[in-house]
């Protein structure tokens, strides 16, 4: 049974940065791709970015597009998202995504 835990969310102001990261056991973790989702206050959730198992050919929301970066450590089962130039409407519960199962997720709070 795959268990997701997601940290590194927190309280910044717009033009900040911070780095996800999302620790993964209880399975192959280069057996699959990965994703970020992300679900602000009354929304639906949102998909922000996935990477394959190897760590090419990265996919972003456009809204995100050169402002965050997805990677993965695979000798530490990890996967990251480091966010820079943050802004309000990048608000929300982050969470890593393996085949559909998410973790607790990690808020993110951009404000001054």
């Known amino acids: 049974e795959v268990h997701l835990v997601e940290s590194g969310g927190g309280l910044v102001q717009p033009g900040g940065s911070l780095r996800l990261s999302c620790a993964v056991s209880?399975?192959?973790?280069?057996?699959?791709?990965m994703s970020w989702v992300r679900q602000a206050p009354g929304k639906g959730l949102e998909w922000v970015a996935s990477?394959?198992?190897?760590?090419?050919?990265?996919t972003y929301l456009d809204s995100v597009k050169d402002r965050f970066t997805i990677s993965r450590d695979n000798a530490k089962d990890t996967l990251y998202l480091q966010m820079n130039s943050l802004k309000p409407e990048d608000t929300a519960v982050y969470y890593c995504?393996?085949?559909?199962?998410r973790g607790q997720g990690t808020q993110v709070t951009v404000s001054s």
């Open positions: 995504s393996w085949r559909g199962t």
């Open positions: 990477i394959s198992p190897y760590g090419t050919s990265p």
């Open positions: 209880g399975v192959t973790f280069t057996d699959y791709g």
